[in-house]
C-alpha cells in the first residue's frame, strides 16, 4: 500500500468517526429530548404541572425537534400546564433565532389560545406570538385585535406587544390601536398602543393625530411613549413639532421626558 | 555717648532675652494644649441607655492613635444630643456621625490654625432621633483637611484633644425604617434576544448598571422605596405619608459599533436615534405593576407587601418579578426584621433596611447571555427567607 493510499484511509476512517460521534451525540439529546416529553406526555396532571414548571430546559432544547411533543400540552386540561407551555415556547424563542422561527408552527395552537378561559394563558399566548421571527404571521392579526377589548389589562398590553412586532398592520387594526390609546383605562396600556404606532412607524393622520393628543395624557408613561412614537415616525410627524418643542423647553416635565421630546426633535427634522 | 561696643552688645542681648521669652511661651501653650492629648490605642466605650461624657482624643494626623467610638444601646427609641467640646487649639472642628450618618460638624473657625495662635475653639450640639438597637457614634477631625504632617507637626495639633457629652432625651419624632428593594445588572453590556435587531438584522446590546451592591446605586433597573413607622403610637398605619417610590431605570439599547472598545460608555451616546449606529433606543417601562402595600400587624410591628414587576421596553420580554414581605418589630430590645418571598434568577436583587443589607443576589459574575436572561421567564427562581436585627 503507498503513501497516498494510506493517508486516503486515514482520512476517510476519521471522518466516519467523527460522523459516527456527531450522530450518536444528536442520538443521546434526541433520546434526552424525548424522555423528558414522554414524561410531560404520561405524567398525571401534577407531575405535568411540575415538569411544565421546567421552563429553562424546555427553552435550551431545539423547538423544532421537541414542538410536535409541546403542541398537544397548549390543549391539557389543566390551564396551569396550557400556561406554562406557552411561557417555555416564548422563552425558548427568546434564546434562540432557530427556535423564533420554528415557532411559526405553533402560532395556530396559540391563537386559539387567545380566547382561552384563563388570563394568565391568554397573555402567555399573546407573549409566545410576539416573538416568532423574524415577524408574527399575519394570520394572528385578528385575534391579537380583539384581544385588545380583554377585561385585563396584562392581556391587553401584551397583545399590543404582539401586534408592535408585526411586519405591519391592516388599516382596521391601526384603527383599533388607536382607539386603544385614546380611550384604554390603563395607562401601561395607553403606553404600549402609542409605542405600536411607534414600532411601526404608522404615518398616517389619525395615528399622528391620536399620538400628539396622547402628549398631553395626565401620566408621564403615555407621554413619553407618545413622544418617543413620533420621534419613531419622523419627518410624517412633522404636525407633532411645536408641541413637543413645548415638552422639550417645559421645565415641569422631568428630564427624562424632555430628553425625549429633543431626541424626536432631531430625528423628525433629518 | 555710648561707645558703639556697647551698644551692639546691648542690641544682641534684648534679640537673645526675646527669643528666650518667646520660646517659653511656646512650651506653656504646647504643654496646655497637649496635657490630654496623649497618643492612646483605640477604645470601645459602650453605654446602655444612659448619658455619657467622655474626655477623647483622634488619630485622624497620628499614625497609632486609635479614635474612640462610643456604642449606644437603646432599648426604647429616644433623641440623643452629641456635644463636642473642643480642648485647645484653632483650627481643630469635628464631624460628628451616628450609625455612619454624617448628623452634624462643629464650626470651622480658621483662621488662626494652630496651637501657637490664641483663637477661639469649635464646638456644637447635634440631635438625632434613635429608634431601639445598638448605635455607634465616631468623630472625625475635620481641622486636619488640608493641612501637611509638617504644619500639623510644627503646630503641635496632633493629636486633638476634645470632650463628647451624649445626653438622651424622649424621642421628639417616630422611629422610621426605609426599606430598599432594589435590582440592577451588574455588567456593563447585556447581548439583546434575537428579536432585539436594527438594521439588516444587526443584533443590539443593552446598557447593564455596571456596578456591585450597594445602598447608593445610582443606576439601577428598578427600585422601590418606602419608610415605615413600627410604633403605633406614632403612626396608626405605619406608613410614613408620601415615602413610597417606585422608580424604573432608563433602558438604552446600542448597535453592534458601540462596542467597538469593548464597553458602552459615554462616547456612545450619539444624539440620533434609530439608526443602528451607537445610542440606536432609549425608553423608561412603565412602573404601573411596581407595587408596595404596610400593613400594621402589631403595636410595635409593620408588614411590608412589595411586589410586582418591570419589563424592558424596548424588546418584547419578561418583567423582573420580585415578590417579599418583610416585617419590622420594634418590640424587644433591638429591632428585628424578617424577609420572606421569591424574585427571578436575574439581575441582581438587594434589600436593604436603613442601608442595611439584608438580602442580596447575584446572577454571578458575567458576561450574562440569553440563558441567564431566561431566568426571567416565571416561575419565581430564588427563595428569600431570612430574619436578623436591624444595627
Same mark, same amino acid.
Given at each position: ?42 405524567? *398525571? ?70 380566547? *382561552? ?49 408585526? +411586519?405591519?398592520?391592516? @388599516? *382596521? ?15 401601561? #396600556? ?13 404615518? +398616517? ?16 408613561? #403615555? ?26 423647553? +417645559? ?20 | ?46 453605654? &446602655? ?109 496632633? @493629636? ?20 430598599? #428593594? ?44 418606602? &419608610? ?6 406614632? *403612626? ?142 416565571? @416561575? ?12
Amino acid at each position: 500500500m503507498n503513501t497516498k493510499n494510506s493517508r486516503w484511509i486515514f482520512a476517510t476512517s476519521l471522518t466516519c468517526l467523527f460522523t459516527l460521534l456527531l450522530v450518536g451525540w444528536a442520538q443521546t439529546k434526541q433520546d434526552e429530548d424525548s424522555a423528558l416529553m414522554k414524561d410531560l406526555r404520561q405524567a *398525571d396532571g401534577g407531575t405535568r404541572r411540575d415538569i411544565s414548571k421546567s421552563v429553562d430546559e424546555i427553552a435550551q432544547k431545539d423547538l423544532k425537534r421537541i414542538l410536535p411533543e409541546l403542541l398537544p400540552l397548549l390543549s391539557d386540561p389543566d390551564a396551569e400546564v396550557r400556561y406554562y407551555t406557552a411561557v417555555a415556547l416564548a422563552a425558548s424563542a427568546y434564546v434562540s433565532e432557530a427556535n423564533a422561527e420554528a415557532l411559526h408552527q405553533a402560532v395556530p395552537r396559540l391563537v386559539s389560545l387567545l380566547t *382561552d378561559e384563563d388570563a394568565r394563558v391568554r397573555q402567555a399566548a399573546a407573549d409566545a406570538i410576539a416573538l416568532v421571527m423574524p415577524h408574527p404571521p399575519n394570520s394572528a392579526t385578528p385575534a391579537l385585535v380583539n384581544l385588545l377589548k380583554d377585561k385585563h389589562a396584562e392581556v391587553r398590553a401584551a397583545a399590543l406587544g404582539a401586534l408592535g412586532r408585526m +411586519d405591519k398592520i391592516p @388599516p *382596521d387594526a391601526v384603527s383599533a390601536v388607536v382607539l386603544t390609546l385614546k380611550q384604554d383605562t390603563d395607562p401601561d #396600556v395607553r403606553g404600549k398602543a402609542a409605542d405600536v404606532l411607534g414600532a411601526l412607524r404608522i404615518a +398616517d393622520a389619525t395615528a399622528i393625530s391620536a399620538l400628539i393628543d396622547a402628549l398631553g395624557d395626565r401620566e408621564e408613561f #403615555v407621554r413619553s411613549q407618545a413622544v418617543r412614537a413620533l420621534g419613531s415616525i419622523g419627518a410624517p410627524a412633522s404636525s407633532a413639532v411645536p408641541r413637543i418643542k413645548q415638552i422639550a423647553a +417645559d421645565s415641569k416635565e422631568s428630564p427624562t421626558l424632555r430628553s425625549y421630546a429633543a431626541y424626536a426633535l432631531r430625528s423628525i427634522d433629518q | 555717648m555710648i561707645p558703639s561696643t556697647i551698644r551692639k552688645s546691648a542690641g544682641v542681648l534684648f534679640v537673645v532675652l526675646l527669643a528666650c521669652a518667646s520660646a517659653q511661651a511656646q512650651r506653656n501653650n504646647f504643654d496646655r494644649a497637649s496635657a490630654s492629648r496623649q497618643v492612646n490605642p483605640q477604645s470601645l466605650i459602650t453605654i &446602655t441607655d444612659s448619658d455619657f461624657t467622655t474626655p477623647t482624643s483622634t488619630s485622624d494626623c497620628v499614625t497609632g492613635q486609635g479614635d474612640d467610638v462610643w456604642q449606644l444601646i437603646l432599648t426604647q427609641p429616644k433623641d440623643l444630643t452629641v456635644t463636642v467640646l473642643d480642648c485647645c487649639c484653632p483650627g481643630d472642628y469635628y464631624e460628628v456621625r451616628v450609625d455612619g450618618k454624617l448628623i452634624g460638624t462643629t464650626p470651622n473657625l480658621a483662621p488662626p490654625w494652630g496651637c501657637d495662635f490664641s483663637g477661639p475653639v469649635s464646638s456644637g450640639s447635634f440631635t438625632v432621633t434613635l429608634c431601639t438597637g445598638t448605635h455607634t457614634i465616631t468623630i472625625r477631625d475635620a481641622g486636619f483637611d488640608g493641612h501637611s504632617q509638617n504644619e500639623i507637626a510644627d503646630q503641635g495639633m496632633c @493629636p486633638a484633644g476634645f470632650t463628647v457629652m451624649g445626653t438622651l432625651s424622649n424621642p421628639s419624632k417616630a422611629c422610621e425604617f426605609t426599606i430598599n #428593594v432594589t435590582t440592577f445588572i451588574p455588567t456593563n453590556s447585556l447581548t439583546g434576544p434575537p428579536q432585539a435587531r436594527c438594521g439588516r438584522g444587526r443584533q443590539l446590546v443593552f446598557k447593564g448598571d455596571d456596578r456591585g451592591f450597594s445602598p447608593a446605586g445610582a443606576s439601577f433597573r428598578t427600585r422601590t422605596r418606602i &419608610t415605615v413607622i413600627p410604633e403605633q403610637s406614632a *403612626d396608626a398605619d405605619g406608613l410614613k405619608a408620601g415615602s413610597e417610590q417606585e422608580l424604573v431605570g432608563e433602558t438604552r439599547s446600542y448597535a453592534p459599533d458601540a462596542l467597538a472598545n469593548g464597553v458602552l460608555d459615554a462616547a456612545d451616546d450619539d444624539a440620533v436615534l434609530n439608526d443602528c449606529h451607537l445610542l440606536h433606543e432609549v425608553a423608561t417601562a412603565s412602573n404601573s405593576n411596581m407595587h408596595a402595600a404596610v400593613t400594621r400587624t402589631g403595636e410595635h410591628q409593620v408588614s411590608v407587601h412589595i411586589f410586582g414587576g418591570a419589563g424592558n421596553p424596548l424588546v418584547v420580554s419578561p418583567e423582573i418579578n420580585w415578590d417579599f414581605t418583610i416585617t419590622i418589630d420594634t418590640s424587644g430590645t433591638s429591632a428585628h426584621w424578617t424577609i420572606n418571598g421569591a424574585h427571578d434568577g436575574f439581575p441582581a436583587y438587594e434589600v436593604y433596611i436603613n442601608d442595611n443589607p439584608i438580602h442580596t443576589y447575584s446572577p454571578g459574575p458575567g458576561p450574562y447571555g440569553l440563558f441567564d436572561i431566561l431566568k426571567l421567564f416565571p @416561575p419565581l427562581d430564588v427563595n428569600v427567607n431570612k430574619s436578623g436585627d436591624i444595627p
